[in-house]
């Protein structure tokens, strides 16, 4: 039988090195948000649950749709249609246009 250890909306985290509000954390496949500044070698927790808004590329195909998956793209610390290299993010819960630098994704583990 499962025992609960957490309701499924964060996760702990010890950084190395302090971590700033807002910063996306990868672990292999797991992406975090850090909804508070995390100073170094504190147990803290990330957030892996919920809509966030967070930075998409510009540019000719950079529009993302409603439903459209995402993923973090580490070498440009931003969201992008595009899996290849990039971990997967969530799911975008509102249009972005080409010219947006920010999009709504609803992160899901």
Known sequence: MASPIAPGFRV?????????LGAVVVQGDLVGIADR?????KL???AIAGIFS????TGTGTALT???KVYW?????KVTGTAS???YVGK???AAGTSDSAVQVLLTP
């Open 73 to 77: 793209d580490a070498s440009t610390s």
């Open 85 to 87: 290299t990039n971990v």
């Open 44 to 46: 803290g927790a990330l």
């Open 37 to 41: 500044p995390l100073p170094a070698n």
């Open 54 to 57: 967070m930075p998409k590329a």
């Open 12 to 20: 702990d985290y010890t950084p190395g090195s302090d971590v700033a």
């Open 66 to 68: 409603v439903g459209a």
């Open 92 to 94: 975008v819960v509102a």
